[in-house]
């Protein structure tokens, strides 16, 4: 089978950085065509940078890097610097990007790339708030059924929330935006929480990648002993959750997880439950499903993946 050609939309954060690292590590599954940065975990001006870091850290300065939206569609941007650090990417000691930053803007490359490419034959990676995919959407429906699937990181449903308690962080930022990826009608897979914080960091599957010995593995150790201070005081588990990388894990090694097909709805009106994934996980709706909702992994075939893709850089 030829290599999945993607998009990874991004706000990195270094849970998305090793999303990153690991679809530029994996090149006979994934082709990445483009990186996308929105405003998310840190401001744009930051987003865009930390994404060409990375592209740099792996080794792969020839990646194409965008800039996006750096605001929500409706909301003031809301960022998750007490998770993630100042920079987005507090932990390692990386070195500023020299490889340029492409001229287009974001948005764009994504309405031209899947209007270029046959139909069905882009998946879209959203690792942050929707608002770049919203607004490819609203400029060009047509794209919609170009789509060969959104897999992204994003929601709950028995883990309700980690930024206010109904809401997941990349939703709550731009529910506006998330309710028109989750309408536009191309197939979605979604990593909510319930998934994502069964993916835990414990200490053996940190030291496993600083064992790699690289400049990638030091930086991956690095990059998830940081923002596990902050997750192990939060949710007193034994490791961070490593939510993004379980999109592009997804997309090598699909087996590796469980979900259901269901009907997925964002709250946009309550100022209460705001940018809450209203899954109809028990089926007590005939609302349509629009969503694989992404429930259980195995974790550790996850990390033996991560490893094993990682050293290869
Ligand atoms: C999501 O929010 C961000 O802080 C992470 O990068 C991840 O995409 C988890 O809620
Ligand atoms: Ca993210």
Same mark, same amino acid.
């Given at each position: 089978m030829s290599a999945r050609k993607i998009i990874i939309d991004t706000d990195p954060g270094q849970d998305d950085a090793v999303a990153i690292l690991l679809a530029l590590a994996?090149?006979?599954?994934?082709?990445?065509?483009?990186?996308?940065?929105?405003?998310?975990?840190?401001?744009?001006?930051?987003?865009?940078?930390?994404?060409?870091?990375?592209?740099?850290?792996?080794?792969?300065?020839?990646?194409?890097?965008?800039?996006?939206?750096d605001r929500p569609l409706a909301h003031d941007l809301v960022t998750a610097e007490h998770v993630h650090g100042k920079t987005g990417l507090d932990g390692p000691v990386l070195p500023d990007p020299t490889m340029p930053l492409q001229e287009q803007h974001a948005v764009d490359f994504i309405i031209d790339t899947l209007r270029a490419h046959d139909p069905k034959t882009v998946t879209l990676c959203p690792l942050g708030p929707l608002t770049n995919i919203a607004t490819a959407l609203q400029r060009a429906p047509d794209i919609a059924d170009r789509i060969q699937e959104?897999?992204?990181? !994003?929601? /709950?449903?028995? %883990?309700?929330?980690?930024?206010?308690?109904?809401?997941?962080?990349?939703? +709550?930022?731009?529910?506006? =935006?998330?309710?028109?990826?989750?309408?536009?009608?191309?197939?979605?897979?979604?990593?909510?929480?319930?998934?994502?914080?069964?993916?835990?960091?414990?200490?053996?599957?940190?030291?496993?990648?600083?064992?790699?010995?690289?400049?990638? !593995?030091? /930086?991956?150790? %690095?990059?998830?002993?940081?923002?596990?201070?902050?997750?192990?005081?939060? +949710?007193?588990?034994?490791? =961070?959750?490593?939510?993004?990388?379980?999109?592009?894990?997804?997309?090598?090694?699909?087996?590796?997880?469980?979900?259901?097909h269901i009907n997925v709805e964002i709250e946009t009106h309550s100022d209460l439950t705001r940018g809450m994934t209203v899954a109809d996980w028990w089926h007590v709706t005939d609302r349509p499903a629009n969503a694989l909702f992404i429930g259980d992994v195995d974790a550790d075939g996850f990390f033996a993946l991560l490893a094993e893709r990682l050293a290869t850089l």
């Open positions: 994996s090149p006979e599954d994934i082709d990445v065509l483009g990186i996308t940065a929105v405003a998310g975990n840190v401001p744009l001006a930051l987003t865009e940078k930390n994404a060409r870091i990375v592209c740099e850290l792996a080794g792969k300065p020839e990646t194409k890097v965008f800039s996006g939206c959104i897999i992204l990181m !994003g929601g /709950a449903y028995f %883990e309700v929330g980690n930024i206010t308690p109904a809401a997941e962080f990349n939703i +709550y930022v731009d529910p506006e =935006a998330a309710d028109i990826v989750f309408k536009c009608g191309a197939p979605i897979v979604v990593m909510p929480l319930d998934v994502t914080h069964k993916a835990l960091v414990t200490k053996p599957r940190n030291d496993a990648f600083r064992a790699i010995g690289s400049k990638v !593995g030091t /930086a991956v150790a %690095e990059m998830t002993d940081f923002f596990e201070r902050f997750d192990k005081e939060k +949710y007193g588990s034994n490791g =961070a959750p490593l939510h993004d990388p379980c999109v592009t894990a997804y997309l090598i090694k699909p087996e590796l997880f469980s979900g259901r």
